[in-house]
């Protein structure tokens, strides 16, 4: 590209400007007079071009291109008369250039009817000028491009309101103020607003009738624009292609007066034929236990109709068990096949089945801990997955191996075996058990699950302290048979900002060889989340754990319930909400209550201040009831700090003790991670 330029003298010769270079396929360009600040950039656009332009030899069509491309890079950085010179010297390139005088946005004059805020139509024609890294946000340089996009944007905001012959016209002062500012005009001429009138609608499946007319039925009055009909056309098909209508399509019809008011609209759906699943095909270059997996998970699929809800849970239930990094599920339509029928397209990633990891944490409650682990997540091919953890903290070690099957017998279900042995040695007492335990899992839907398991353990409670009504049975083992499920509406499992869930567990555990224990657990939990605004949220947490057949005295230390601790009443430390012998071991109870309050307000990204309250009791009594409590109750307040990472919150929770009794302090420190309830 040749071009012409005007020229400004040279510097003073008393005035050197500092030469900078760089050199790109053979090439040496030269470059005087440039701010320190803007030669990476620049130095990075030279580069290109050199490359680009795949000459050898140093040109004067080159350095005229060059000398053009460096004028337009200041050009756009605010710099509206700056100059840049070429010359040929000894095979290389020499620029030199002149910037002049910087021009940022002044003052700006609005005109017209403006029909929005004045800040608001500032922050869409300023947009492109304050988006860039560094830029000042009250008074940006001065780029026309950008000004003019700017302008553009100010026009779709307008007809996004429905002035749908609206203008937005920038008229700059023609020469700079004082300090390089030139100020701005921009006129507003909104025109006539149209308005959604009447909506009428048909075609739609019998089926889903009702909940596109509820869509619908929010258009009329709002604002008109042709996206808006186009979103709504978007959102009418996407429910149909959703429920299996996969050939479904939306056309609309209307008409614009040229004075404006309202815009009566017709929508037609031709849904087609709904789609039946053929079958499940997963990419060949799966591996064996991959497909299994697949062909189990989504085979409830195969005869239904295509229904995108369900298939979120296959798909969500597949990615779980840790063998997938990435899928995609596509519908296939079979051609001339009547009727209508698709097959299930699964293809993704597999991750790397083997993995040895290390971890080191701290907890208040088990101090420091430190753990490795092994998992392959496709064991011999099979879609097994073979995992051991071998883990230490304060309280002693805890190893285990578990095999989980996430198909058992190619079914929906998941079935896990797990043998771990444990050296619980803490307070004033050790306890050292073993146990095999088997679960079944179902994930029914998305918001619903259920487990039944079953195991058996054997345990043994050594100490030189506790009394035999302390401790509890000594030797004993225990077999357990039971059950649990979970309401599950949380926005997110691990960062909730909204919803709900509900969750129950019961179990019986049976005299097994003589060890005279025998009674059923009830645990009850549930919790509410609720954004007040984009920052701040309130959320709300409680449960009930009970155990019947049994006092405190005839149960096992550590199969008692227990209160206090970073998930209950954080004014008391893990498990010592309740009766506490003089060398400080808890001694639970058969019935534990937590109610907690929570507000929280995001000071920074991904960090929380918090406000809570919890208020709870500990029974030890022989209940009747799952819903037996003490009423003895303990209340705390207290504040805390939270940090978002993608696993859940480190939490630094410190709760005070409003009630306190003789032997207790005055509250606790918390550190863990993962919310309260």
Same mark, same amino acid.
């Given at each position: 590209m040749l071009g012409v330029f005007l020229t400004t003298l040279l510097p003073a010769a008393e005035e050197i400007p500092q030469v900078q270079s760089i050199k790109e396929s053979g090439i040496t360009v030269s470059v005087s007079g440039a701010d320190a600040s803007a030669w990476d950039e620049l130095s990075q656009m030279l580069k290109d071009q050199l490359t680009l332009a795949g000459m050898a030899t140093a040109s004067e069509p080159l350095a005229d291109d060059l000398a053009f491309f460096s004028r337009q890079q200041y050009i756009r950085q605010g710099w509206p008369d700056a100059d840049v010179r070429w010359e040929l010297k000894d095979g290389s390139i020499f620029l030199t250039v002149v910037p002049g005088q910087q021009i940022v946005v002044g003052e700006i004059t609005w005109k017209g009817d403006l029909i929005l805020p004045q800040e608001e139509l500032r922050k869409f024609l300023l947009r492109p000028s304050i988006e860039k890294e560094g830029a000042d946000k009250s008074n940006p340089v001065w780029v026309d491009g950008d000004l003019q996009t700017g302008a553009g944007l100010v026009q779709r905001r307008l007809r996004a309101e429905g002035y749908l012959q609206s203008e937005a016209i920038l008229l700059p002062e023609p020469v700079p103020g004082p300090e390089g500012k030139r100020d701005l005009s921009l006129e507003v001429k909104p025109g006539p607003r149209f308005t959604f009138g009447s909506v009428e609608f048909s075609g739609a499946p019998p089926e889903l009738d009702k909940q596109m007319r509820a869509q619908i039925a929010q258009t009329p009055g709002e604002p008109f624009n042709e996206a808006r009909v186009q979103q709504l056309e978007g959102q009418l098909t996407s429910i149909a292609k959703q429920k299996g209508w996969l050939n479904a399509a939306t056309v609309s019809d209307y008409t614009l007066g040229k004075l404006g008011g309202t815009v009566d609209v017709k929508i037609l759906m031709e849904p087609g034929e709904r789609v039946r699943v053929a079958q499940v095909v997963p990419h060949e270059a799966f591996s064996r236990g991959s497909k299994r997996v697949l062909n189990a998970g989504f085979r409830e699929a195969e005869g239904k109709f295509y229904a995108a809800e369900d298939l979120d849970v296959m798909f969500k239930r597949a990615l779980d068990t840790g063998m997938f990094a990435r899928l995609d599920v596509e519908p296939q339509l079979l051609p001339g096949v009547t009727p209508a029928v698709a097959d299930l397209r699964i293809t993704g990633e597999e991750t790397k089945p083997k993995t040895l990891g290390l971890e080191v944490g701290f907890d208040t409650f088990l101090g420091p801990q430190a753990g490795i682990n092994y998992r392959n997540t496709n064991y011999r091919d099979t879609g097994d997955t073979l995992a051991a953890e071998l883990n230490w903290s304060t309280a002693g070690p805890l190893g285990s191996v578990k095999v989980i099957d996430p198909a058992i017998f190619n079914s929906k279900y998941s079935a896990t075996v797990q043998l771990a042995v444990e050296n619980f040695s803490l307070f004033e007492y050790s306890r050292y058990g073993s146990s095999l335990n088997l679960e079944l899992a179902r994930q029914v839907s998305k918001h619903y699950s259920y487990t039944v398991f079953a195991g058996v353990s054997a345990n043994t409670v050594s100490t030189d302290v506790l009394t035999d009504d302390e401790v509890g049975p000594d030797l004993y083992t225990l077999g357990t048979i039971g059950c649990s499920m979970m309401l599950y509406y949380r926005d997110s499992p691990v960062l909730p900002k909204k919803g709900w869930f509900v969750s129950a567990r019961m179990e019986s555990t049976l005299d097994v060889m003589g060890s005279n224990v025998s009674y059923i657990r009830t645990d009850l939990r549930g919790a509410f989340?609720?954004?007040?605004?984009?920052?701040?949220? !309130? +959320?709300?947490?409680?449960?009930?754990?009970?155990?019947?057949?049994?006092?405190?005295?005839?149960?096992?230390?550590?199969?008692r319930v227990f209160n206090g601790g970073p998930n209950s009443v954080r004014a008391f430390a893990e498990r010592e909400l309740g009766p506490v012998t003089s060398g400080g071991t808890p001694l639970g109870g058969t019935a534990a209550l937590t109610v907690s309050g929570e507000f929280s307000y995001e000071i920074y990204p991904n960090l929380e201040l918090a406000f809570f309250g919890d208020i709870g009791s500990l029974g030890r009594g022989s209940n009747s009831s799952a819903f037996d409590y003490s009423s003895d109750f303990r209340p705390a307040i207290g504040a805390g700090l939270r940090y978002k990472l993608p696993f859940g919150p480190i939490r630094i929770d410190y709760g005070h003790n409003l009630n306190q009794r003789e032997g207790e302090g005055s509250?606790?420190?918390?550190?863990?991670?993962? !919310? +309260?309830?």
């Open positions: 989340y609720q954004p007040i605004t984009k920052k701040f949220r !309130f +959320a709300a947490g409680a449960a009930l754990l009970n155990i019947q057949g049994a006092s405190a005295e005839e149960l096992p230390i550590d199969s509250g606790m420190l918390h550190v863990t991670v993962g !919310f +309260a309830f």
